[in-house]
């Protein structure tokens, strides 16, 4: 079983459960929130008081994370020979971010898990978390790349002057991606 499924189910039974609303409505405002926003988290604080603490910690207790996470040599291989500061900026809460990092068995390499309470619940694509990752980390803008499967964090990352690639498996990119890979390795 994948993980963001998992997830996405679990964010689906929060917004069914705290707005009262069918199971129909729940799934269509997640998907129209990340849509609309880039996080579902977004949309739910803004349109309905959500407490944003609470989403996280029932939407991300899912249990033992060994059965969705696998090292690869392959991942470790790319990350022992990146050179300069590696950041992983996520959505995710840092709790779960951390123990990811971990299974992953990269954890190590990285300067920062910088997880979305870092961004003051500040979401990707919002410009207020790119900011404050940058000046958390005094970083200038030009001299990050941004490594992303979502256009539209790429598309925040890009407009603060960060090279931008692109993780998917789509055909065309936009001119303003800088690069596409497949897969991350």
């Not at 002057?161 to 897969?183: C, F, H, S, Y």
């Amino acid at each position: 079983m994948e993980i963001f499924p998992l997830i996405n189910e679990k964010m689906t039974q929060y917004i069914e459960h705290h707005l009262c609303v069918e199971r129909s409505e729940a799934n269509r405002l997640r998907k129209l929130y990340w849509d609309r926003y880039g996080a579902t988290l977004t949309g739910l604080v803004r349109h309905h008081a959500v407490d944003s603490k609470d989403f996280l910690k029932k939407t991300h207790d899912i249990g033992e994370l060994d059965s969705f996470a696998s090292r690869s040599s392959r991942l470790i291989r790319l990350f022992r020979q990146l050179s300069g500061k590696k950041i992983v900026f996520s959505n995710s809460p840092a709790e779960y971010l951390e123990q990811m990092l971990r299974l992953l068995g990269i954890r190590h390499f990285l300067s920062e898990a910088f997880s979305i309470e870092a961004t003051n619940m500040n979401p990707k694509p919002s410009m207020i978390g790119y900011r404050k990752l940058l000046k958390t980390h005094r970083l200038e803008a030009a001299r990050c790349v941004m490594v992303e499967d979502s256009l539209s964090n790429l598309f925040a990352a890009r407009r603060l002057g960060m090279k931008t690639i692109w993780v998917t498996r789509e055909l065309n990119q936009p001119n303003w991606v800088d690069a596409r890979v497949r897969r991350l390795y």
